[in-house]
């Protein structure tokens, strides 16, 4: 198991920086407004040939009236004790504050190795304000200044030096499936991913955009191994106003493009509406795998037909591409949350089915020859050969005399065709018609 270290302080001291530094990618928001990072938010780093996690937290708050000051105690008690190393960063433009100490005493408890970091110390005029962090009772302390990198590297060194060798890893490993729970704000992603893992990793509450960070979490149950991606909501562009709000939407959206399958998050108390549409589109453009689930089904009031309509008014919405899975669920009362998980599963697998060339022909070749393409303008389109592309998800090419005479009604019919045969059932597959 690689180290896992925790980063930790009161908001605003310029942990999330930190962290984006650590993990080389912009990953964590960073925002001047005080309080941006609410839930942990994880990443992968290395140094001096070891490799290590990064835990970015919310910052510790007391004595606050914002609804997220308790939960984002919580998160940072949570990190402690997952935690092997403890980055405690303060901020030398301020001093010793009231909640630093909070801190610190949280920390003084603590019997794993502890790193105080005086941030923003970005040239040599301010080395000597931070002598007074030595107050915190923590011992020895770094500076750095996370905005430009300086003295990180210092850091790192101390940090590695407390760290155990690496063990040896398995090259031929496959890197774990990525599933993308994404939706429109508060439809229940995080409740869906608490309830899945059985502990509160993600903070929720009844307030619209809580998750404002995309958040890993390994799931390893009941024979399934793969790693949950709690996205922010997406919201309509009109309705983004602040920069806070469009860092969410870009993180929900580079999460998608880096998924395998898209587990898309619907309110059963709203319906099926504009937004979710767009996410669903925007999954099937990027071309992952999509499973939809139905949360809050137990607050729906039902009659016989009503889990049929329901299912038939989404298909609706979502047309061509029609064939989905649909999972009606309860991430409160866990009502088919395991049926949930085991089609996302079956959605990957499909995902990666590769179709042997001489098998695919005598199939394909079959159908056309009994439906062939209609003639246009007298003249007779003949699909000779065709073929799976080599390539991550499932595209098949058919060779042709006239490609530019296959209608769109046709390439559908193919679609239809190959679905029902290899049960591609909610992953968009590719055809392309090509000169032979």
Same mark, same amino acid.
């Given at each position: 198991m690689n180290s896992i270290v925790a980063i930790v302080g009161r908001p605003n001291v310029g942990k999330s920086t930190l962290f984006n530094r650590l993990v080389q990618r912009r990953e964590a928001i960073v925002d001047s407004v005080s309080g941006v990072t609410r839930d942990r938010h994880y990443g992968k780093s290395d140094w001096n040939g070891k490799e290590f996690s990064v835990i970015?937290?919310?910052?510790?708050i007391t004595g606050s009236d914002d609804i997220f000051e308790g939960e984002i105690r919580k998160q940072v008690n949570l990190a402690i004790e997952e935690a092997d190393l403890i980055v405690f960063v303060v901020n030398v433009e301020d001093g010793i504050t009231p909640m630093d100490a909070e801190v610190a005493k949280l920390l003084r408890k603590v019997k794993k190795p502890?790193?105080?970091?005086?941030?923003?110390?970005?040239?040599?005029?301010?080395?000597?304000?931070?002598?007074?962090?030595?107050?915190?009772?923590?011992?020895?302390?770094?500076?750095?200044?996370?905005?430009?990198?300086?003295?990180?590297?210092?850091?790192?060194?101390?940090?590695?030096?407390?760290?155990?060798?690496?063990?040896?890893?398995?090259?031929?490993?496959e890197e774990l499936p990525r599933f993308a729970v994404v939706g429109r704000p508060n439809a229940g992603k995080s409740s869906f991913i608490n309830s899945l893992i059985g502990q509160d990793r993600n903070i929720v509450t009844n307030i619209a955009g809580t998750t404002r960070d995309s958040i890993d979490t390994k799931y390893?149950?009941?024979?399934?191994?793969?790693?949950?991606?709690?996205?922010?909501?997406?919201r309509k562009k009109s309705r983004v106003k602040e920069d806070l709000e469009f860092y969410s939407v870009m993180r929900a959206v580079r999460s998608i493009e880096y998924s395998d399958v898209i587990v898309l998050v619907v309110d059963a108390t709203r319906g099926f509406e504009g937004q979710d549409q767009n996410i669903f589109w925007l999954a099937?453009?990027?071309?992952?795998?999509?499973?939809?689930l139905i949360n809050k089904w137990d607050l729906v009031e039902k009659e016989t037909n009503t889990m049929r309509d329901f299912e038939a008014m989404v298909r609706k919405q979502i047309e061509p591409f029609t064939d989905v899975p649909i999972v009606f669920i309860s991430a409160l009362t866990k009502q088919r949350l395991?049926?949930?998980?085991?089609?996302?599963?079956?959605?990957?697998?499909?995902?990666?089915? #590769?179709?042997?060339?001489?098998? =695919?022909? @005598?199939?394909? !070749?079959?159908? *056309?020859?009994?439906?062939?393409?209609?003639?246009?303008?007298?003249k007779f389109v003949k699909?000779?050969?065709?073929?799976?592309?080599?390539?991550?998800?499932?595209?098949?090419?058919?060779?042709?005399?006239?490609?530019?005479?296959? #209608?769109?009604?046709?390439?559908? =019919?193919? @679609?239809?065709? !190959?679905?029902? *045969?290899y049960d591609f059932s909610g992953v968009p597959i590719t055809i392309y018609f090509r000169q032979k």
């Open positions: 970015d937290t919310g910052g510790y502890i790193f105080t970091v005086v941030n923003k110390v970005d040239n040599a005029m301010r080395e000597p304000d931070a002598i007074e962090f030595y107050n915190l009772g923590l011992g020895e302390y770094h500076t750095i200044a996370s905005i430009n990198g300086s003295g990180t590297g210092d850091l790192l060194d101390a940090l590695a030096e407390k760290m155990p060798a690496p063990e040896e890893v398995d090259l031929e490993k390893n149950r009941f024979g399934f191994d793969f790693n949950l991606v709690d996205t922010a909501g997406i099937e453009k990027n071309r992952k795998g999509v499973v939809i395991f049926k949930a998980i085991e089609t996302a599963v079956e959605v990957f697998q499909r995902r990666k089915t #590769k179709i042997q060339t001489s098998k =695919f022909n @005598e199939t394909m !070749l079959e159908i *056309i020859k009994n439906s062939p393409p209609p003639a246009i303008k007298g699909i000779k050969y065709c073929m799976q592309l080599p390539t991550q998800t499932p595209q098949f090419v058919f060779f042709c005399n006239l490609p530019q005479y296959v #209608k769109d009604s046709y390439r559908r =019919f193919l @679609e239809n065709k !190959l679905r029902d *045969i």
